[in-house]
Protein backbone atom coordinates (compact mmCIF):
# COMPACT_ATOMS: atom_id res chain seq x y z
CA UNK A 1 0.00 0.00 0.00
CA UNK A 2 1.21 3.39 -0.89
CA UNK A 3 1.20 5.92 2.08
CA UNK A 4 2.49 8.67 4.20
CA UNK A 5 2.30 8.03 7.72
CA UNK A 6 3.20 11.05 9.94
CA UNK A 7 4.18 10.82 13.86
CA UNK A 8 5.38 12.57 16.89
CA UNK A 9 2.70 14.69 17.11
CA UNK A 10 0.78 16.05 20.38
CA UNK A 11 0.80 18.57 23.57
CA UNK A 12 3.55 21.03 23.89
CA UNK A 13 4.02 23.92 26.34
CA UNK A 14 4.85 27.09 24.77
CA UNK A 15 8.31 27.47 23.91
CA UNK A 16 8.82 23.75 23.85
CA UNK A 17 9.72 21.19 20.90
CA UNK A 18 8.44 18.45 18.96
CA UNK A 19 9.95 16.26 16.76
CA UNK A 20 7.46 15.13 13.45
CA UNK A 21 8.43 12.37 11.25
CA UNK A 22 6.56 11.63 7.87
CA UNK A 23 7.50 7.72 6.67
CA UNK A 24 6.50 6.09 3.14
CA UNK A 25 5.75 3.03 2.69
CA UNK A 26 5.33 1.25 -0.78
CA UNK A 27 7.29 3.53 -2.90
CA UNK A 28 10.96 5.19 -2.01
CA UNK A 29 10.72 8.83 -1.00
CA UNK A 30 13.72 10.17 -2.25
CA UNK A 31 12.15 10.12 -5.47
CA UNK A 32 10.20 12.98 -4.65
CA UNK A 33 9.75 16.51 -3.11
CA UNK A 34 8.69 16.66 0.23
CA UNK A 35 6.27 19.01 2.06
CA UNK A 36 4.86 19.58 5.41
CA UNK A 37 1.66 21.58 5.64
CA UNK A 38 -0.77 22.36 8.53
CA UNK A 39 -4.22 23.41 8.91
CA UNK A 40 -5.68 25.79 11.85
CA UNK A 41 -9.60 25.40 12.80
CA UNK A 42 -10.88 27.77 10.44
CA UNK A 43 -8.11 28.66 8.20
CA UNK A 44 -6.69 27.43 5.11
CA UNK A 45 -4.03 24.65 4.78
CA UNK A 46 -0.59 26.33 4.56
CA UNK A 47 2.61 25.51 3.48
CA UNK A 48 5.42 25.14 6.43
CA UNK A 49 8.79 23.96 5.02
CA UNK A 50 9.48 21.74 1.96
CA UNK A 51 12.35 19.88 0.70
CA UNK A 52 13.83 18.26 -2.36
CA UNK A 53 14.12 15.01 -3.74
CA UNK A 54 18.31 14.75 -2.23
CA UNK A 55 17.75 17.77 0.10
CA UNK A 56 19.70 20.26 -1.32
CA UNK A 57 16.63 23.27 -1.77
CA UNK A 58 14.93 23.97 1.34
CA UNK A 59 12.32 27.06 1.96
CA UNK A 60 10.06 27.90 4.74
CA UNK A 61 7.45 29.35 5.61
CA UNK A 62 8.51 33.55 7.20
CA UNK A 63 6.38 32.36 10.72
CA UNK A 64 8.85 29.25 11.26
CA UNK A 65 11.98 30.32 10.08
CA UNK A 66 14.52 30.14 12.79
CA UNK A 67 12.68 27.69 14.45
CA UNK A 68 11.67 24.95 12.33
CA UNK A 69 14.01 22.65 10.53
CA UNK A 70 13.26 20.20 7.77
CA UNK A 71 15.46 17.17 7.02
CA UNK A 72 15.35 13.79 5.26
CA UNK A 73 16.69 10.71 5.43
CA UNK A 74 16.52 8.74 2.32
CA UNK A 75 17.74 5.55 3.40
CA UNK A 76 15.16 5.49 6.22
CA UNK A 77 12.65 6.71 3.87
CA UNK A 78 11.55 9.37 6.28
CA UNK A 79 11.27 13.18 6.16
CA UNK A 80 11.67 14.83 9.73
CA UNK A 81 10.41 18.31 10.88
CA UNK A 82 11.85 19.43 14.20
CA UNK A 83 10.17 22.49 15.85
CA UNK A 84 11.18 24.54 18.26
CA UNK A 85 10.15 27.10 20.49
CA UNK A 86 6.24 26.71 19.84
CA UNK A 87 3.80 29.09 19.96
CA UNK A 88 0.23 28.61 20.15
CA UNK A 89 -0.07 30.03 16.88
CA UNK A 90 1.68 26.89 15.72
CA UNK A 91 -1.60 24.38 16.99
CA UNK A 92 -2.48 22.78 13.94
CA UNK A 93 -3.13 19.50 12.38
CA UNK A 94 0.23 19.05 10.36
CA UNK A 95 0.25 16.64 6.94
CA UNK A 96 2.85 16.06 5.11
CA UNK A 97 2.88 14.93 1.21
CA UNK A 98 5.05 14.22 -2.04
CA UNK A 99 4.99 15.21 -4.82
CA UNK A 100 6.81 16.04 -8.76
CA UNK A 101 7.09 19.38 -8.40
CA UNK A 102 10.35 20.92 -9.98
CA UNK A 103 10.89 23.52 -7.15
CA UNK A 104 10.60 23.17 -3.20
CA UNK A 105 8.36 26.51 -3.64
CA UNK A 106 5.85 25.10 -5.97
CA UNK A 107 5.57 22.25 -3.41
CA UNK A 108 5.19 24.89 -0.77
CA UNK A 109 2.55 26.36 -2.72
CA UNK A 110 0.57 23.04 -3.37
CA UNK A 111 0.89 23.24 -7.34
CA UNK A 112 -0.01 20.57 -9.31
CA UNK A 113 2.14 17.35 -8.92
CA UNK A 114 1.35 16.19 -5.48
CA UNK A 115 1.11 12.37 -5.05
CA UNK A 116 0.67 11.47 -1.83
CA UNK A 117 -0.73 12.99 1.68
CA UNK A 118 -0.65 11.72 4.81
CA UNK A 119 -3.39 11.23 7.28
CA UNK A 120 -2.23 14.35 9.55
CA UNK A 121 -0.94 14.66 12.89
CA UNK A 122 -2.32 17.10 15.60
CA UNK A 123 0.04 19.74 17.14
CA UNK A 124 -1.16 21.46 19.77
CA UNK A 125 0.30 24.41 21.56
CA UNK A 126 -1.20 25.16 25.26
CA UNK A 127 -0.15 25.98 28.74
Known amino acids: QLQLVESGGGLVQPGGSLRLSCAAS????????IGWFRQAPGKEREGVSC????????TYADSVKGRFTISRDNAKNTVYLQMNSLKSEDTAIYYCAAGLQTTVQAMCRMARGIRFWGQGTQVTVSS
Open 51 to 58: ISSRGASI
Open 26 to 33: GFTLGDYV
